[in-house]
């Protein structure tokens, strides 16, 4: 039992060094989508279908129901990609979201089911999930565990907006036997800026167990009615990204790419379609 843990720590820790960001693969799953990756993350006022990973709470703000995929490729290793599938059903009464992640290749894999709510408050948007995780591989023993995110937003004029975001906020692990390995915590606060109908500003903080505070900002401009391109950088750990999003009809189509100061390019494509427009 032994000999498998150390396997399991040891990839982990391997993959860990490739993404210069936790020594476990869930990292990776805390965000979705191209849209994401092209802000380099900078995710938290966001409101699209991959809300229902990246900021729970905005899931409130959408009218429409939709479905979406999307493939993320870091690096230019298949073995570090992940693929992602989202939805989004508004109600009268609550918005309900579900969406599937799944990391890594045969040798080793994380999946990960996440099932949201989110409600408008007045100018409060509030949303929890739960997330439901599976990790292994072929040989490897296959662990699981569930955590519970949750997200709020205020708005607080037409042109400011507040965020809070925590992923795992109970802290909870994997069980090997009487040992412990740990999810990341994520947690995150933000501010939004529209300067009007076309420029969007946002800014955040990230604070990730067991890593330095990350600061994450983006800006976002509408071209056009089908046409939008947006942008992001992230310090210390340099990464900026860039990419762009085109509507057509009941189709959404992001692609964009994000550039590592050490580990170089990393790539996403997104295809969503509004199932339902209100």
């Known amino acids: 039992m032994i000999h498998v843990l150390q396997i399991v720590i040891l990839y982990c ?52 129901t939709t479905v979406g995929v999307s493939h993320r490729l870091p690096h230019h290793a298949l073995a570090l990609s992940t693929f992602g599938f989202s939805s989004i059903l508004p109600t009268r009464k609550f918005h309900l979201s579900a969406s599937f992640q ?6 080793f894999n994380e999946q990960s089911i996440v099932l949201g709510v989110g409600k408008k408050i007045g100018i409060v948007r509030l949303g929890g999930s739960l997330n439901f995780y599976q990790v292994g591989g072929e040989t490897i023993r296959r662990l699981n565990a569930m955590t519970f995110n949750f997200g709020i937003n ?17 802290n909870e692990s994997y069980a090997v036997d009487e040992l412990q390995i740990p999810i990341s915590s994520v947690y995150r606060f933000g501010i939004a800026y529209k ?4 420029i969007h ?8 167990m067991d890593q330095l505070l990350t600061s994450r900002s ?6 056009t009615d089908l046409f939008k391109i947006y942008s992001g950088i ?9 990419g762009s999003q085109l509507n057509y009809k009941h189709w959404i189509f992001d692609y964009a790419f994000q550039v590592h100061q050490v580990l170089g390019w990393t790539h996403a ?10």
């Open 201 to 208: 500003l946002s800014t955040q903080i990230e604070k990730e």
């Open 234 to 242: 992230t310090f210390p750990s340099v990464r900026i990204g860039a």
């Open 195 to 198: 300067m009007d109908q076309s």
């Open 13 to 64: 820790i391997s993959i860990g060094i490739m993404q210069a960001q936790s020594i476990y693969s869930t990292s990776s799953l805390h965000k979705i989508g191209a849209s994401s990756l092209g802000r380099t993350d900078a995710n938290l006022f966001v409101d699209d279908v991959w809300s229902s990973v990246n900021a729970i709470a905005n899931i409130s703000t959408l009218k429409n």
């Open 154 to 170: 205020t708005i607080l004029s037409e042109y400011i907006i507040l965020s809070f975001h925590g992923h795992n906020i109970l």
């Open 218 to 223: 983006t800006i976002s401009y509408q071209l």
């Open 102 to 107: 799944k990391f890594g290749d045969a040798d």
């Open 269 to 278: 494509f997104s295809l969503s379609y509004v199932i339902s427009k209100s």
